[in-house]
Structures are given as structure tokens and as C-alpha cells.
T-cell receptor
Framework: RKEVEQDPGPFNVPEGATVAFNCTYS??????FFWYRQDCRKEPKLLMSVYSSGNEDGRFTAQLNRASQYISLLIRDSKLSDSATYLCVVNTYTGGFKTIFGAGTRLFVKA | GAGVSQSPSNKVTEKGKDVELRCDPI?????LYWYRQSLGQGLEFLIY????????KSGLPSDRFSAERTGGSVSTLTIQRTQQEDSAVYLCASSFRLRDRGDTEAFFGQGTRLTVV
């Protein structure tokens, strides 16, 4: 089992749709969590951190469920510009802290 | 500069040649990562440096791959006897270690696109 798993997609949604991504992690000692966005042929960039209490940034909502070991990202009112790959990122202690990236979920938002 | 800098941005090499890829992390960042990404694929972890600790080399695909980090700053990823399957974008990232809480967000360089012909 991979340490961080995501549905690779692709997710094809119309503009204005709500889309949700889930990510599961295997190590219960994981400390911190992030969602990154990667545009085609670009480097990944931080989208938002994920806090235990959940957090919202405009149309984006991130949630963490430690008991079930998954994090989620909800995008409301999708825009064409949201088309990208969304990477789930987990900082995990495996004898030393390490940042582990999921393989990413591709999103295509169409007009 | 303020960000992670990688060089060269593009490298074309002949099969069997050695290549060196350089990463200059953000000043003060103690953690440095190398990842590889093939076209249309996810990030593949290669190696992780954290301060003066022994690096985590568990992601290096073969003994042709090695990396160094001198003085806790600049890192060089070396690929010996390159093969066509080594063609990919090699991404470097750095972050800061929060005591007892792991690393903060990782900042990526723009990558080195390696093509082995």
C-alpha cells in the first residue's frame, strides 16, 4: 500500500460544478497536511494547508479526518482556471520527518 | 534569489553519458528533496536531506543515481551512464523544519528537463 493515495482521475466537470477530492494516508503518526496544485509543465505550488479544524479559502475547503486517515479538498463553483493536477501532501514520521506527495488527481473544468 | 533555483533548466544528453543537476534551495531551509516526474505522471520521490542527518536515499531507482548536499545548502544530483528511461523533469524542493512538527510547506524549483537521446 502506498503511503499516500489519491484517485488519479481525471475528473471532468462543467464550469460551476462542485468537485471533491479525497486522499488517504497510511501512517497514523503523520503530522501535517497540505494540498498542492500543479499546472501542466509547471512545478507544484502550495494551494492550502489542512488543519484539524478544517479550513476554507474562498471556493476551496480542506478537511482532515485523523481517525479515518484521510484529507479532502472541495472546490465549489469550478472555474476553467481550476483545471490542474491536485496533489495531496503529508508530512510523516518514518524514523525522520519526510514530506510525501500523492500522485495527484487531474481536474478538467470545461465550459 | 528568493526561490529555489535549479540548473540547467533543460539538458539533452547522449545515452551513456553522466549528468549533474544542481539545486540551490531557499536560504535557511534545512530540508531538501529531489523528485522525478515523467510526462503525465505523478511525483516520484528520489532523496531527502535534512540538516546534518544521513539522507534518506530510499527513492533512488538504481546505483547510477547519487546526490550530495554540500554545507547544508546546494545539492547536486548525479546520474551516471544515463539511459533513455531517465528522461524526465527533475524537481528540487526545500522546506524548513519546525521543531517536533515536521517540515513546513515545500517550495519547488522550476525543474530540470532531462532528455536522454
Amino acid at each position: 500500500r502506498k503511503e499516500v493515495e489519491q484517485d488519479p482521475g481525471p475528473f471532468n466537470v462543467p464550469e460551476g460544478a462542485t468537485v471533491a477530492f479525497n486522499c488517504t494516508y497510511s501512517n497514523s503518526a503523520s503530522q501535517s497536511f497540505f494540498w498542492y496544485r500543479q499546472d501542466c509543465r509547471k512545478e507544484p505550488k502550495l494551494l492550502m494547508s489542512v488543519y484539524s479544524s478544517g479550513n476554507e479559502d474562498g471556493r476551496f475547503t480542506a478537511q482532515l479526518n485523523r481517525a479515518s486517515q484521510y484529507i479532502s479538498l472541495l472546490i465549489r463553483d469550478s472555474k476553467l482556471s481550476d483545471s490542474a493536477t491536485y496533489l495531496c501532501v503529508v508530512n510523516t514520521y518514518t524514523g525522520g520527518f519526510k514530506t510525501i506527495f500523492g500522485a495527484g488527481t487531474r481536474l478538467f473544468v470545461k465550459a | 534569489g528568493a526561490g529555489v533555483s535549479q540548473s540547467p533548466s533543460n539538458k539533452v544528453t547522449e545515452k551513456g553519458k553522466d549528468v549533474e543537476l544542481r539545486c540551490d534551495p531557499i536560504s535557511g531551509h534545512t530540508a531538501l528533496y529531489w523528485y522525478r516526474q515523467s510526462l503525465g505522471q505523478g511525483l516520484e520521490f528520489l532523496i531527502y536531506f535534512q540538516g546534518n542527518s544521513a539522507p534518506d536515499k530510499s527513492g533512488l531507482p538504481s546505483d547510477r543515481f547519487s546526490a550530495e548536499r554540500t554545507g547544508g545548502s546546494v545539492s547536486t544530483l548525479t546520474i551516471q551512464r544515463t539511459q533513455q528511461e531517465d528522461s524526465a523533469v527533475y524537481l528540487c524542493a526545500s522546506s524548513f523544519r519546525l521543531r517536533d512538527r515536521g517540515d513546513t510547506e515545500a517550495f519547488f524549483g522550476q525543474g530540470t528537463r532531462l532528455t536522454v537521446v
